[in-house]
């Protein structure tokens, strides 16, 4: 069995639980709809959330998300644990969640690294890359670019060029997990207890790689069976993976299609923030202001056009977000004071009587 340092526990989690001693330590493995599996150090058990718990939540980040460090009360016997608290987090990958509502959902919590994957042939592309960058700088974890499929590549430098126009100061590494070149770039974020995620379309080389890491303990990380609620076995991807070697790997099912989330434009965009502030006007909006130094820097070639493109859009899309969220808080806002109301009118009727 993993020791908790193996599963990621330290200081920063250990000084948050030292105040629940009657708590158990758990690391959340996989969200199903109701319920949760966690390892504890006794093993893997099925989850529920405590009522308390359910109740505080005020949104979808109240509840666990895999990855999160939780204290739970395990009742060993019966291979079942109740989560009480979730500790803070670290560091979270998060998305808009589907629906008419703008929510948060977070997709996994407390990584070290974020792993852009792109493949050196046809998936290349560096404004998608952007964008996954965006996300990664606001989770909190480092972004690390990896380069896949490397044996299908003559040379690398120019497309080592392009992501440093993206992506400056982010690590970059080009490996191939066929012949197993570069792999060893990435050891360093591999080490014992470090959690990562693999973003990247789909046919990049995820599971490839994944499996690679894994080795011979393929099979144990593969599809496992569950007892769903009914007693039923149903199949389910285990979206926690220790390495044998150390590390972490994460991947939950939702981490294959995302939308950036309220993401900050700062890091991934910071060359044309800089620019933006010589701008003779803080609120320039770089069209047709007197004085403006983006325009300039886009004339003078310094700046690249599909660059400010894709910063625009961006920009764009992040404050449609913020507008839809801050609709629906209104909406919360004036059906809580209708409640309100409601309650205070009842309250006069029934004194009134
Ligand atoms: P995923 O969708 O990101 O998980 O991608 P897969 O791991 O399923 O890989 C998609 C395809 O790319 C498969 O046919 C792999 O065999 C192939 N592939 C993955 N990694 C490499 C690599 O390093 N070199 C080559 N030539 N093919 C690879
Ligand atoms: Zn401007």
Known sequence: MATLEALGWNSFFAEQARRFPGLAPARVTVEHKHFYRVVVECGEMRAEVAGRLRHQATGRDGFPAVGDWVLVQPRPLEKRATIHRILDRRSKLSRKAAGLETQEQILVANINTVF?????????????????????????????????????????????????????????????????????????????????????????????????????????????????????????????????????????????????????????????????????????????????????????????????????????????LERRRDAVAMAQEKEKWKKIHKAYNRMMRERGR
């Not at 046809?122 to 690390?144: C, H, I």
């Open 116 to 320: 852009l994957l792109q493949s050196l042939n046809r998936d290349f592309n560096p404004r998608r890359l952007e964008r996954y960058l965006t996300m990664a700088w606001d989770s909190g974890a480092n972004p690390v670019v990896l380069l896949t499929k490397l044996d299908l590549c003559r040379d690398v430098r120019p497309f080592l060029d392009q992501v440093e126009v993206v992506a400056a100061g982010v690590p970059v590494h080009a490996l191939s997990a066929i012949t197993g070149d570069g792999l060893e770039s990435i050891d360093p974020y591999l080490g014992i207890g470090q959690s990562v995620v693999m973003l990247g379309s789909s046919g990049v080389g995820k599971s490839t790689l994944v499996n690679h890491l894994a080795g011979a303990h393929l099979l144990e990380v593969g599809e496992i069976r569950y007892d769903d609620d009914r007693g039923r076995h149903t199949t389910a991807q285990r979206q926690l993976i220790l390495l044998p070697r150390g590390g972490i790997v994460i991947d939950t099912p939702g981490m294959r299609e995302l939308q950036p989330w309220a993401a900050g434009l700062d890091g991934t965009f910071a060359d044309v923030e800089d620019l933006a502030r010589e701008c003779r006007f803080r609120d320039c909006k770089h069209e047709a202001e007197p004085g403006c130094r983006v325009r300039t820097a886009l004339q003078e070639g310094i700046l690249d056009a599909a660059r400010f493109h894709s910063y625009r859009k961006l920009g764009a899309e992040l404050k449609y």
